[in-house]
């Protein structure tokens, strides 16, 4: 939550032709699971919803925030105040389930990661910014924001409804 919460806009870029969250550790501002900043493709059902004209719009009006509308707690954590927002909001849309909360995403991509065998890979865990363990993830190149993104494609949502436009306008449609 914290990372999306604090994701400037000037960290959403192009790499060398894939759509990217540059993910940036700001000690102090937006701490980084393992202090390490990384890149993490958008993937293409967001682009089809019109994120990246989102992201676009934003960078034209020269805002800083992503997601202007964010707060941070009393204490300076970005995630507080949009999980409550998120509560309120599965209240709102009366929706029913166990443990739904705004974490539950994440949760939801880790199952969708296991059915296309990526959960706890070493290229499921640069996507997810979990350390792989052993020895040789300290050698060699990183992946390609390329490779991630063939790789993010395979996740799907089988049942997912959603609304035409996610986001309308360059801000997020309230009713989403």
């Known amino acids: 939550m914290t990372e999306i919460c604090g994701q400037l806009v000037s960290e959403m870029i192009d790499d060398d032709g894939v759509p990217v969250f540059d993910f940036r550790h700001r000690p102090g501002v937006r701490d980084m699971k393992n202090d390490k900043s990384r890149r993490v493709p958008v993937h293409p059902e967001l682009i089809r919803f019109g994120f990246w004209d989102y992201v676009e719009t934003a960078r034209k009006s020269r805002r800083e925030l992503l997601f202007p509308d964010v707060s941070r707690n009393k204490l300076g954590n970005w995630g507080d105040p949009t999980s409550k927002w998120f509560a309120r909001l599965i209240d709102r849309l009366e929706l029913r389930g166990t443990a739904l909360c705004f974490h539950s995403l994440r949760h939801t991509f880790e199952d969708a990661l296991k059915e ?22 300290n050698y060699g190149s990183k992946y390609t924001v390329k490779k991630l993104a063939t790789e993010l494609a395979k996740v799907h949502y089988p049942g997912l409804i959603l609304p035409e436009a996610m986001f309308v306008g360059g801000a997020v449609c309230p009713s989403v």
């Not at 296309?116 to 993830?137: A, M």
């Open 116 to 137: 296309v065998d990526l959960h706890d890979t070493p290229i499921g865990n640069v996507i997810t910014g979990r350390v792989s363990p052993g020895v040789s993830k």
